[in-house]
Every structure is written in C-alpha cells, then in structure tokens.
C-alpha cells in the first residue's frame, strides 16, 4: 500500500513556475514507478510525466516536454516525487494527481494502482 499526498498547487501567472510535491508513504516506496497526470474541466485525464523506481527513467507528454521535470527522493523514510513546472500558460491549468505503479513507468492512467486527492494548478492570461 502507498498513501499520496500532493501539494504545491495554486494560482500563478502564465510564462511563471510552480513546483509540486507528492509525499509517499509505504514501505516499498521505492519499488514503485511515479506518475503525474492532470485533468481539466471536462476533459479526460491526461498523462503529464513518470518517473522509473530508480529515478534512472523519464517520460513526458509532448506538451510539456522542455518545460516540466520530474523527479524522485528514495533516501528518505517518506518517499518524494516532484514536478518542476516552468513557462506555464493556461493550457496548464488542471487538477494534477500523483500516481504509483510497481516498477516501470508508463503514460497510461489505467495503469498505476495508487491516487493521490489532486492539487489545482490555475495558470491566468
């Protein structure tokens, strides 16, 4: 079991930054792929980036690419995932959600067994 937590979410200007958190819980932490996704008013969720167990692996939507970054911290008790967000615009604006899946990443929602509750990311004009 892995229990998620975001933060870090707010309202920003576009052509600002952001960056979010995700706070881990759960002993095998470490065996678990990360994921973030987002998703805006009636819109499907859509993949944001991911992150392999070992931190040795990337993936990104091609909207995002060259502006996000993923990361991990496994060295602590409490397992870290983060998304820096830089050159936001109001394309960006969604509720983000933190993921877990054993091992590999993967861009597929359907894919990862554990949520987090979302944060909102508003991005104004």
């Known amino acids: 079991q892995v229990q998620l937590v975001e933060s870090g979410g707010g309202l920003v200007q576009a052509g600002g930054s952001l960056r979010l958190s995700c706070a881990a819980s759960?002993?095998?932490?470490?065996?678990?792929?990360m994921g973030w996704f987002r998703q805006a008013p009636g819109k499907e969720r859509e993949f944001v980036a991911a992150?392999?167990?070992?931190?040795?692996?990337?993936?990104?939507a091609d909207s995002v690419k060259g502006r996000f970054t993923i990361s991990r911290d496994n060295a602590q008790i409490t397992g870290y995932v983060y998304l820096q967000m830089n050159s936001l615009n109001p394309e960006d604006t969604a509720v983000y959600y933190c993921?877990?899946?054993?091992?590999?990443?993967?861009?597929?929602?359907?894919?990862?067994?554990?949520w987090g509750q979302g944060t909102q990311i508003t991005v104004s004009s």
């Open positions: 992150i392999n167990w070992s931190g040795d692996r990337t993936l990104y």
């Open positions: 993921a877990a899946k054993q091992w590999v990443a993967t861009m597929r929602p359907g894919e990862y067994d554990y």
């Open positions: 759960g002993r095998l932490f470490r065996t678990y792929a």
